[in-house]
Structures are given as structure tokens and as C-alpha cells.
């Protein structure tokens, strides 16, 4: 027995010791000094002892003045931007509160002053301090990607950094919302990402065939508000073929370079992986989807206030430089923007394309965004359970 152990066994023991008549006593010192290895005359003073009554111990209070950001308006204010931006890191979500403020007072309450001002200049460690009761951990997927035995060489693998200063290259990547299981067909969803902005584009296909795959290509590309310029992927079946190459590289006006990643190297595509994460599995989670009559609703979903939330309001972060020091690397960021904000600031994006964005981000309002999107999920899910439902009836 180790010491708590010990200290645990004789609170018990001896308040029964104290209440047993002498016979008694003498058994339970015998199982005291047996059980704990005890010499009996210390068994028979340490139990002879007054019983000691443990009182719960005050909480100490915080030395120093206290925090400023106890407010419980701040703090709803803070919670309530969070949840609704989909659980974004504190960086992020610093940067996020500007966007979210004004919509937030005109959608839910208004702020004190003092309160607005604290909100703005909030650190991300406060953050972090404030909503660390409320997180919760995630669940992982399953791997899905399988080589593609054609086109091996006709694919390059990119071994040189696109010139990420001009939007236009994307990484692209598959999600299999499979379940537990990989067996039969069930919904697939595709997501591109560009390296130079972050704009991000999501869509739903029924299998991973290269039909479905290409037509939610082209409804990707006709919905970016910049050409397509380069595509990356990883070294899966449904990209490795010669419809896609062909689609790519032939019969266009500009043609787009085609890529892959290193094979077993999932960091080649750091950026759509997680995007995986953070705009298709916190949407649709971890649940088995093998219904194609939801494939419209979530194409519908993914094409318009998904997209518009990810692209418009929430921020994300791009790398400024990695420096090896000795075995470790140190990284710094520029500082958290959404894709909307990098397009605005890009010489590469004409002003028409601009003022277009601009009217299109004035004209929404980002809670009303996720109610929209919370109202289309449920529709999804309900739709995708009744029909389940009807199917195993038949």
C-alpha cells in the first residue's frame, strides 16, 4: 500500500475501532497492523489518537487586482462570436471580433462602451484563459486515400513553391463520409483551397468517380472570383486519371498545371488538410452519409452560406517564415485575415472583381449566416434519416 492508500484505509478504520468494545478492538488492530504492516503498539497509539475532522479548504483568491474581463456581457459577447465562428483559435478569433461586433449588437445586444472597448482589445491568452471551461475535444477520421496506379508520370510532383503571391493555385483534397466503414457508396465531399489567399471552396459528390469529381471541379472554378491557375493533389484515384488531365490541360484558354504530392507525405498538402477539418468535418462531423438524395443540399449549403462564411468572416493564418534552430523550427505568422481581406489587398484582383466582392461582404450579416447554415444542416440530416428510415422499411 502506498501512503495515500494508508491514510485512506485508517480514516476508515478508526472510527470503527473507536466504537467497538474490547474484543472487537482487538480484531480490528489485528487487520489494522496485518493489512498495513504496523508495529502494534504505533497501531495502538496512532488509532488511540483524537479523530481529526478535515474541513474543506477555503479557495484561495488571486493575488494581485483582479481581471477586467470578468464581465458576464463580455464574456456572452465572447462565447457567443466563438461558437458561431466554429470554434477558431484565439488568434484567429481576435481577429474575427472587428468583423463580428457590429453584427452582434445589431443581431442579439448591445455593449457597454466599457465593454465594447475590452472586447476589441482582448489577447489572445485571455482568450484562451476565458474559454477554457467551455472546449471540448474532437473526434479523428479515416484515411481514404488510396493510389491511383495511372498517369504517375505524366503528373509531376511538385517539388518547387508555387508563386503563392498570385491567387489562382490550389491544393485539393477528398473527405469520405463513410462512418465506420469504407463499404458501398456514400457521399464524398471535395475541398479546394488557394495558397495565396486561403479562399476556400467546398463541394458534395456522390463516390469519388471521376465524372462527379470533375463536375464539382468546374462548379468550383466558375464560382472563384479568380482564375484557376494550378491544381495540387494528393495521390488518390479520383484525381490520378486521364479525364481530369484532360480537363485540365486541354481544350482551355488558360491552362491550368497539374501536380501531386509526394506519396505518404501528407504534409505536401498542409493547407486542404485542414481544411478538411475545419470546413467539412466540424460542418457534417464523423457520420456515415449514404443517402444521394441530401447530395443538392449540401451542394446548396456548401456553395452559398458556407462559403460565404468561411471566405468573408472568418479569419485564418499564413506563414511568414520557418527558421531550423538546431533540431527545432521557429515559425512566425503575419497577422490572421480572411480570404476576403487578402483579395482586397491583392494587386492581382481587378477593381471591378473588387467592388463585386465588397457589395457581396456589406450585404451579409454573419449571424444570420449561421442561423441559415444551422437551419440547412438540420434539413440535411432530417431529410437523410427519414429517407433512411423509409428505405430499410421497403
Known sequence: MNLSEKKAYFTSIQAR???????????????????????????????????????KQPEKKKSGRPSPYQSPGLFNALKKIWLATDQICSKKLKAAIPLWLNHYEASIELLSAEDRMKLLKISPATID????????????????????KLLRNQIPIRTEAWD????????????????????????????MVDYASGWTECRATWNKGSHGVITQIKAIEQALPFPLRGFDCDNGSEFLNYHLLKFLQENRKNIVEFTRSRPYKKNDNAHVEQKNWSHVRQLLGYDRIDNPAVLGLINDLYAHECSWMNNFFIPNQKIKSKTRINSKYKKTYHAPQTPYQRLMESEHIDQQTKLALKDQYL???????????????????????VTSIMSQRI
Open 164 to 191: 503563392i503571391k498570385i491567387p489562382g493555385f490550389m491544393e485539393a483534397d477528398t473527405v469520405a463520409h463513410c462512418g465506420n466503414s469504407l463499404a458501398g457508396d456514400f457521399v464524398w465531399s471535395l475541398t
Open 17 to 55: 475501532y473507536k466504537a467497538a468494545k474490547s474484543p472487537a478492538k482487538s480484531i480490528i488492530l489485528d487487520e489494522f497492523c496485518q493489512v498495513c504492516g504496523y508495529n502494534r503498539k504505533y497501531a495502538i497509539r496512532k488509532l488511540a489518537k483524537p479523530i481529526r475532522k478535515y474541513r
Open 129 to 148: 484563459r476565458l474559454l477554457q471551461k467551455i472546449k471540448s475535444s474532437a473526434l479523428k477520421g479515416r484515411c481514404t486515400t488510396r493510389p491511383g
Open 363 to 385: 450585404s451579409m450579416n454573419p449571424f444570420a449566416l449561421r442561423q441559415q447554415i444551422e437551419r440547412k444542416l438540420r434539413l440535411v440530416f432530417t431529410h437523410h434519416r
